[in-house]
């Protein structure tokens, strides 16, 4: 053949393979179903240990733990599958090392845009039954776990395109067969893939092994240091009698360190006029303004090492959020009444700090269920 007649049929057909992946992503063709019920589906249920005095961890009756269902998940949690150029996944956010947050004054999406929000850490998020979100604008794990996927400045993918990718993929095929039983590739979902992600995040539990339960279980002392700083926080008040107390407990109550009410900590100045709160918060999510500037409690295990502070990252240190406690903060007609100037001295702010300190529980990492499986 002439030479130039094979060129024109070669550009011919590169005319014909651009039309054609113009119009069809190549990266997804059309997923035959599979057939899955070669795959032993035989879960075993999972009880995760509890800390010492903590309540139930509450279990939807529709997704139980299974080991399964917690590895499905792990998987999902750590693979940048979910993103829209792979690069990202949910632990780009939430690092087990960073004890599942970012140490960023609010996240950074795949495409380099910040959210407004600071990444709350996941420690011990299967106990948030209050709702989600610094402004409780979800209410489940299930829910929560279907939004970062589409969500414009975190993981900016859409979930038909996740889930045809995770049909074509044979370790996927065999971990919803595992977890879930399905028979074939046709039944993965996003639904079940949001309840693996929840399940995988209930397991997220620490404190165990902190000073304060094991001082709980009497199996460890406090300092006597540590022990003026529990009663500082804990408001018993039992130190000197002129000494006032530091509020804390009202709002950060043993043993989760938190009621996870939404409450205002008196961190903006708007006097009366509840409408500029630049983040309305819980209100915004209520249409409520009487609730604007109101964010949910965080709890307080390894707060030590989740800087910077506050829904909106502001504070970058444990010393800047007791200075601002002890000042008693900005003014507005909705602040807590618990939120005053306490007046404590340098060393009762450290004897607080100690006591913070012996809500550290570092251990869990070590927990191979929780770790990077890729
Ligand atoms: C780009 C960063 C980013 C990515 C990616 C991301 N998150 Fe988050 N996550 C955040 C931020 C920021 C918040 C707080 C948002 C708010 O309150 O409005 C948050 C909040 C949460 C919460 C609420 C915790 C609580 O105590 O209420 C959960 C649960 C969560 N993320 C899970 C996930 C899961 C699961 C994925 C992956 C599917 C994921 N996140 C991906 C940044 C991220
Ligand atoms: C009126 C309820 C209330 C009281 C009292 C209170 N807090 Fe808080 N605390 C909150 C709320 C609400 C937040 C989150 C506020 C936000 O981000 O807008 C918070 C945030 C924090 C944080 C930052 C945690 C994080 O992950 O960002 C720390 C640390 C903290 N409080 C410690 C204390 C200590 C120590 C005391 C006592 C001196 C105290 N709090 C008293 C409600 C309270």
Same mark, same amino acid.
């Given at each position: 053949?002439?030479?130039?007649?094979?060129?024109?049929?070669?550009?011919?057909?590169?005319?014909?393979?651009?039309?054609?992946?113009?119009?069809?992503?190549? /990266?997804?063709?059309?997923?035959?179903?599979?057939?899955?019920?070669d795959i032993v589906y035989d879960p075993s249920s999972y009880e995760p240990e509890i800390p010492f005095g903590f309540p139930k961890l509450e279990i939807p009756e529709d997704n139980p733990l299974t080991l399964e269902g917690i590895d499905l998940g792990r998987h999902l949690f750590y693979d940048p599958v979910l993103s829209a150029d792979s690069t990202m996944s949910c632990?780009?956010?939430?690092?087990?090392?960073?004890?599942?947050?970012?140490h960023q004054i609010t996240s950074q999406g795949i495409d380099g845009v910040n959210g407004h929000r600071n990444a709350m850490s996941l420690i011990n998020v299967g106990f948030n039954y209050n709702g989600l979100f610094w402004d409780g604008r979800v209410q489940t794990l299930e829910e929560q776990a279907l939004l970062p996927v589409e969500d414009e400045v975190e993981l900016?993918?859409?979930?038909?395109?996740?889930? /045809?990718?995770?049909?074509?993929?044979?370790?996927?095929?065999?971990?919803?067969?595992?977890?879930?039983?399905?028979?074939?590739?046709? /039944?993965?979902?996003?639904?079940?893939a949001a309840k693996a992600i929840a399940s995988f995040e209930r397991i997220i539990i620490t404190g165990h092994k902190s000073k304060f339960i094991r001082v709980s279980q009497g199996l460890d002392f406090f300092s006597n240091q540590e022990d003026k700083g529990k009663d500082l926080f804990e408001d018993t008040s039992n130190i000197e009698a002129d000494s006032l107390d530091a509020e804390c407990s009202h709002c950060h109550v043993a043993p989760l360190f938190t009621t996870n009410f939404y409450e205002n900590n008196g961190l903006d100045s708007v006097g009366d006029n509840l409408q500029l709160f630049v983040?309305?918060?819980?209100?915004?999510?209520?249409?409520?303004?009487?609730?604007?500037?109101?964010?949910?409690?965080?709890?307080?295990?390894?707060?030590?090492?989740?800087?910077?502070?506050?829904?909106?990252?502001?504070?970058e240190d444990l010393t800047t959020v007791l200075d601002h406690y002890n000042s008693g903060g900005e003014n507005s007609i909705?602040?807590?009444?618990?939120?005053?100037?306490?007046?404590?001295?340098?060393?009762?702010?450290?004897?607080?700090?100690?006591?913070?300190?012996?809500?550290?529980?570092?251990?869990?990492?070590?927990?191979?269920m929780l770790q990077n499986p890729f």
């Open positions: 053949m002439d030479r130039r007649i094979i060129h024109s049929k070669l550009l011919g057909l590169c005319v014909v393979l651009i039309g054609f992946s113009c119009c069809q992503d190549p /990266e997804m063709p059309n997923a035959k179903d599979i057939d899955l019920t632990s780009s956010c939430h690092l087990p090392e960073l004890h599942f947050q970012d900016h993918h859409t979930w038909p395109q996740v889930i /045809e990718k995770l049909k074509l993929n044979p370790l996927y095929q065999e971990k919803f067969r595992q977890a879930f039983g399905i028979e074939n590739t046709s /039944e993965i979902t996003k639904e079940l983040d309305k918060g819980y209100g915004g999510f209520l249409n409520d303004p009487a609730q604007n500037g109101k964010f949910r409690v965080p709890n307080l295990y390894n707060v030590a090492f989740t800087a910077p502070y506050m829904h909106d990252g502001r504070m909705n602040k807590n009444a618990n939120i005053r100037p306490l007046e404590l001295s340098d060393e009762k702010i450290e004897s607080l700090m100690a006591f913070l300190n012996t809500l550290i529980d570092t251990s869990y990492l070590d927990n191979p």
